[in-house]
């Protein structure tokens, strides 16, 4: 499998690979493994993945959690970034093409007050849930990539 495939393969839309690369065949090791579970549970267990009803939560609170990933990616990837290299690459391009847009837009917004403006907050939510449907399927694919079971939807009940 190349890179561009597993893009394809998860559903990871609107991301822009240089041709090289996009076929650069993907082989993870032991430490991208490792890398991609630490990731996974960060994912997993914030705002990034988990509905924000439209009473509940915070909008800056939620910017700041999706903020947090930058961090956590940097720690992660100091810590096995240099033997895991498939999942640096992936992160890499994650954090720049999909994450980055968004937090760069909402956090001028969030200085300028856009957060105390209900119209605002609700715009933020409608891209939140947009970003949310993208970071799902990464978390997936960091599931698929760390070989454990996909909890993504574990707590999500079916009506009947």
Known sequence: MNFRDLFRKWEISGIKLNTNFAEVEFKPTNDDEIAAWDMYVELL???TTQPLE?????????????????????????EKGKNA????????IVLNQV????TAKWHKKSIAGAFRNSDD???FRTEL????S??????KLLADMA?????TEIDRTQEE
């Open 134 to 139: 993208t970071l799902v399927q990464y978390t």
């Open 45 to 47: 267990t914030r705002i």
């Open 99 to 102: 994450i980055r847009p968004f």
């Open 54 to 78: 439209d009473n509940d939560g915070d909008e800056s609170s939620a910017l700041e959690s999706i903020h947090k990933l930058f961090e956590i990616t940097r720690n992660i990837l100091k």
């Open 121 to 123: 907050c609700v715009t």
């Open 85 to 92: 290299k498939e999942f640096t690459k992936v992160a890499i």
């Open 129 to 132: 849930k947009a970003l949310q």
């Open 147 to 151: 070989h454990v079971e996909d909890l």
